[in-house]
């Protein structure tokens, strides 16, 4: 079946505008994460859904940054006003269940973020 | 807090030699320790998890809950090993705790 699938694979925006970046999980699958990828940096988390539950947004470095995850099923990660540090690779994943017990987390192609 | 730490950015091997990925992990609680891996235009996905006792694409793990390490190993390594590998622990907070990774290339 498809996996998790991410718009845009690339995104290049100039400093201080708002990007939206989209990511379609694994169909039935209620649980959803954003990490980021920096160069030299691994991957971060940055936010949690798992069904109609609120987000766990512990890992969101700033204020600038929000998601929403539309009907239990589409997310959407907005930056406001990027910066150059912003730059960076975003992943989505999604897994069957989440929360305290681990279940494969499975990843989209991410997608490329260069902020001039 | 949580750390994992891979002290080898890049590790080039040559073919049939054996290869060896370095982790240790922040004790807090009792993770479940996994091994991913990004080859090259591929997503991320995962290698291999401690629970299950497996050896996929002859990569074993061994967890030291003493020491706290999960290093990942190969006895001969092959060319389409080269790639990223990534050590991951779940704390069981809703994310896992990537390390930041090890540049493998295996050298013809």
């Known amino acids: 079946g498809a996996g998790v699938s991410q718009s845009p694979s690339n995104k290049v925006t100039e400093k201080g505008k708002d990007v939206e970046l989209r990511c379609d999980p694994i169909s039935g699958h209620t649980a959803l994460y954003w990490y980021r990828q920096s160069l030299g940096q691994g991957l971060e988390f940055l936010i949690y859904?798992?069904?109609?539950?609120?987000?766990?947004k512990s890992g969101l470095p700033s204020d600038r940054f929000s998601a929403e995850r539309t009907g239990g099923s589409v997310s959407t990660l907005t930056i406001q006003r990027t910066q150059q540090e912003d730059s960076a690779v975003y992943l989505c994943?999604?897994?069957?269940?989440?929360?305290?017990?681990?279940?494969?987390?499975?990843f989209g192609p991410g997608t490329r973020l260069t902020v001039l | 807090a949580q750390r994992v730490t891979q002290p080898e950015k890049l590790l080039s091997v040559f073919k049939g030699a054996p290869v060896e990925l370095k982790c240790n992990y922040s004790?807090?609680?009792?993770?479940?320790l996994f091994w991913y891996v990004q080859y090259s235009r591929q997503r991320l996905q995962l290698l291999l998890r401690h629970i299950s006792r497996e050896s996929i694409k002859g990569f074993t793990a061994d967890l030291n809950k003493g020491e706290t390490s999960f290093h990942l190993k190969k006895p001969f390594a092959q060319e389409e090993d080269s790639a990223m590998y990534y050590c991951a622990p779940f704390y069981g907070n809703n994310r896992l705790a990537f390390g930041k990774g090890n540049q493998v290339v295996v050298i013809p």
């Open positions: 859904f798992q069904g109609n539950s609120a987000p766990d």
């Open positions: 994943a999604s897994s069957s269940l989440g929360g305290s017990s681990y279940n494969e987390q499975f």
């Open positions: 004790y807090s609680g009792s993770p479940e």
